[in-house]
């Protein structure tokens, strides 16, 4: 309104000295050039909007939930909202599309994923972080949720007071991918692994109908051929065990139903075995990503690499369950997901399903790792997050890659050039524009 009011009042000025030299009798062309020259006389600049200085914007004082990650030591000149020693915040609505944590050991990556995950019970989220190291994060998530007067649900091979999980609590079918995709078959095995699709349902249905616990043991011991058979006996549903009577007498099913059972025996009887049971105190992922509190997901890679990779595909098939539930439900409560050293699972198809499925499932995804991953769809995920967190980077090539993606700003420099004349070397000076790194 300010800037209307200013810009009509030249205009104005014109037609009211023109109007009144008319009236005393001056000729129009007199009138006219009297009225001009007032309106330049009395023109004022409009005023302009105001401007935020460097002062304010180091004053100014966050309204959205989030962490300060620093203070900003330097900014291009492009960036009108930021300003040298100004504090560097990040909103906890930043990580709704993920985040990538990158750098090399010792760079304060852990330091990073310690802060987020403070900010994000401060703001009552909860919280689920999957180690791949087992090292100094699980002391630290203990010590974030007894600030928060949260629980900590620690589940860790060998951990005096661990929790235990269960990867056969859910609907037969979930439990037929989740076990089914722990597992490599090669371009060879495919009908093996369709097969194992179809046993595991069909077996997992049988023990809940005939009243037995569905678990990793009985499981396993069901797929045994007097087992099995037992089970389709028992069976009041026709269908099925006319289903599980026919499995039995296939040669392709039975050799299914042996290399099944032996995987199975490799997962029941690994480091992780005796967590994989129900107990009195069995994680529930889903309640972990819906209520308030830490659950630790310990995967020690140095010291199982083979087992840590088997129940790592259950975990990540697991979690991508838990977000496509969340799709359907009314909860309110943001989760963040943690991933520390994730190139230690070494599966890149589902973690690249999991980040496309969570974010709509108001689950942010925190990926840490020290070098960008070779995988395709995984690095393009990855470094198409929204959120980039890069430390000190020792690879030349991670380095240039992220430099690219964080953008360019266009500079000047000096280029100084010597020539050879008649009269010996000539210095010149030229001044270029050049593209160059935030």
């Known amino acids: 309104?300010?800037?209307?009011?200013?810009?009509l009042r030249s205009p104005l000025i014109l037609v009211g000295v023109a109007g009144m030299a008319?009236?005393?009798?001056?000729?129009?062309?007199?009138?006219?050039?009297?009225?001009?020259?007032?309106?330049?006389?009395?023109?004022?600049?409009?005023?302009?909007?105001?401007?935020?200085?460097?002062?304010?914007?180091?004053?100014?004082?966050?309204?959205?939930?989030?962490?300060?990650?620093?203070?900003?030591?330097?900014?291009?000149?492009?960036?009108?909202?930021?300003a040298p020693g100004q504090p560097f915040w990040l909103a906890l609505d930043e990580l709704?599309?993920?985040?990538?944590?990158?750098?090399?050991?010792?760079?304060?990556?852990?330091?990073t994923i310690s802060r987020l995950m403070d900010a994000a019970l401060g703001a009552d989220w909860s919280v689920a972080v999957v180690d791949a190291k087992g090292g100094q994060l699980l002391h630290i998530c203990?010590?974030?949720?007894?600030?928060?007067?949260?629980?900590?649900?620690i589940w860790l091979p060998g951990w005096a007071d661990s929790w235990t999980y269960d990867p056969c609590d859910g609907e037969p079918a979930a439990i037929g991918n989740r076990l089914v995709g722990a597992f490599t078959h090669g371009p060879n095995g495919q009908v093996y692994r369709n097969l194992s699709q179809a046993i595991i349902p069909l077996a997992a249905r049988s023990l809940i109908e005939?009243?037995?616990?569905?678990?990793?043991?009985?499981?396993?011991?069901s797929l045994d051929r007097a087992h099995l058979t037992g089970l389709a006996r028992r069976m009041p549903d026709v269908t099925i065990k006319s289903e599980l009577i026919s499995m039995l007498e296939d040669d392709l099913h039975k050799r299914a139903l042996s290399g099944l059972a032996g995987r199975l025996r490799s997962l029941r009887f690994g480091v992780f075995g005796p967590y994989l049971l129900p107990s009195d105190r069995t994680l529930d992922l889903a309640a972990c990503l819906r209520e308030p509190g830490i659950s630790y997901l310990g995967l020690p890679a140095t010291a199982a690499s083979e087992d840590v990779s088997l129940v790592g595909r259950v975990?990540?098939?697991h979690l991508k369950q838990v977000a496509y539930t969340a799709l359907w439900s009314d909860a309110s409560r943001r989760a963040l997901l943690v991933f520390d050293e994730v190139a230690s699972i070494g599966e890149a198809a589902q973690l690249v399903d999991l980040l496309l499925q969570a974010r709509e499932a108001r689950i942010a995804v925190v990926v840490s790792t020290q070098h960008?991953?070779?995988?395709?769809?995984?690095?393009s995920s990855l470094v198409g997050c929204g959120a980039l967190l890069v430390h000190q980077v020792g690879s030349l090539s991670d380095a240039r890659e992220l430099a690219e993606t964080l953008g360019?700003?266009?500079?000047?420099?000096?280029?100084?050039?010597?020539?050879?004349?008649?009269?010996?070397?000539?210095?010149?000076?030229?001044?270029?524009?050049?593209?160059?790194?935030?």
Not at 28 to 54: C, K
Not at 63 to 75: D, E, F, I, R, Y
Not at 210 to 221: A, H, M, V
Not at 372 to 379: G, V
């Open 210 to 221: 005939s009243g037995q616990p569905c678990t990793l043991d009985t499981l396993r011991t």
């Open 315 to 317: 975990l990540i098939q």
């Open 142 to 153: 203990r010590q974030v949720a007894d600030r928060h007067s949260r629980p900590a649900r």
């Open 372 to 379: 960008l991953p070779r995988d395709h769809a995984l690095h």
């Open 408 to 438: 360019t700003r266009s500079g000047t420099e000096i280029v100084r050039q010597i020539q050879l004349g008649p009269l010996g070397p000539l210095a010149r000076r030229l001044l270029r524009s050049r593209q160059l790194y935030l």
């Open 96 to 111: 709704a599309r993920h985040a990538l944590v990158t750098g090399s050991s010792g760079s304060g990556k852990t330091t």
């Open 22 to 82: 008319h009236i005393l009798g001056c000729p129009d062309p007199l009138a006219a050039m009297l009225g001009i020259v007032a309106a330049i006389a009395g023109w004022r600049a409009p005023p302009r909007p105001h401007a935020t200085s460097q002062a304010d914007l180091i004053s100014q004082t966050p309204s959205a939930p989030g962490l300060k990650l620093g203070t900003t030591v330097s900014v291009p000149p492009q960036a009108g909202l930021l």
């Open 1 to 7: 309104m300010k800037r209307s009011v200013h810009l």
